[in-house]
């Protein structure tokens, strides 16, 4: 919410990567919303969360889509730095509002078409067959194919453009060392990209791998739920927990962590204090 508030409120940062990383904010709140409502359904009505109900379909389904869309997110972010280092030197590239406003458009509509799919009905109420032991009253198949291809996207491209990005800098740190000049502000965008990138995927490996992993088991798994109960549903409950720990990291690495922002969060504290006290006056 500091995220959206600040990129909102302070009009240089409406910039084509500034709408990402709001819209990204926006997306991280819909996971921990979500997140919020299912534990809320749990506290009231533990048995709907492990044997499957109605009522879990649509929490689900949010929750499906809040996660797809951060990941959507998440790879948008990488492509526009990207675009932004490799183009820059040859045509100039830039991103446009209009550009990130449709991506943005795209990311959500995306995520929710594949994330309420059970909603239009790819679910296992009526049938026993093929019914997810974890997330009930989804069907193993449906996560199966959510999960598998958006996991191997979400690793894939992130490193390809960040590798990417590593590489052009130090070609070009090299091509202006070769011609004698300074090479300071390349090797410290070198060095921020590498630190950046590292906590990236150290962070979504710490965050997906584990739900991931649960996703191979329902697949595998030929047990009952009672049979599984409590020990896999405990495992199932920290999955969740890490995923709302992504929730809470990608503003620190993406925005909070940006000595920009933190200057506008001063500045507008200090904006507000003014009014304040000519409101006072």
Not at 179 to 186: I, K, P, R
Request: glycine share 4%; with cysteine; net charge positive.
């Amino acid at each position: 919410c500091t995220v959206i508030f600040t990129r909102m409120a302070m009009k240089d940062l409406h910039k084509p990567i500034s709408i990402l990383f709001c819209n990204l904010a926006f997306s991280d709140l819909f996971t921990s919303f979500s997140g919020f409502w299912i534990t809320l359904l749990f506290i009231t009505n533990p048995d709907i969360t492990i044997f499957g109900s109605k009522d879990m379909l649509a929490p689900y389904a949010l929750y499906t889509s809040s996660i797809l869309s951060t990941i959507y997110n998440l790879i948008s972010i990488g492509i526009e730095r990207y675009l932004a280092v490799a183009e820059s030197m040859r045509t100039r590239f830039r991103l446009a509002r209009s550009h990130s406003i449709a991506v943005v458009l795209i990311n959500w509509v995306l995520a929710f078409f594949l994330g309420c799919l059970p909603l239009m009905g790819w679910n296992c109420l009526h049938t026993e067959k093929n019914i997810s032991v974890l997330y009930s009253p989804f069907c193993v198949n449906y996560l199966i194919f959510i999960t598998i291809p958006n996991v191997v996207v979400a690793f894939i491209i992130p490193l390809f453009t960040y590798l990417r990005i590593i590489i052009i800098l130090r070609k070009r740190k090299l091509r202006m060392k070769a011609c004698g000049q300074a090479t300071g502000t390349y090797k410290s965008a070198e060095i921020q990209v590498a630190r950046t990138s590292t906590c990236i995927w150290l962070l979504a490996l710490i965050s997906y791998a584990p739900f991931f992993a649960g996703v191979i088991f329902d697949a595998t798994n030929q047990q009952c739920h009672v049979d599984l109960y409590p020990g896999v549903y405990i495992f199932r409950n920290c999955t969740a927990m890490l995923i709302t720990m992504n929730c809470l990291g990608n503003p620190i690495i993406y925005t909070l962590k940006a000595k920009t922002l933190g200057a506008k969060l001063k500045d507008l504290k200090r904006l507000t204090t003014n009014r304040i006290r000519a409101c006072t006056i």
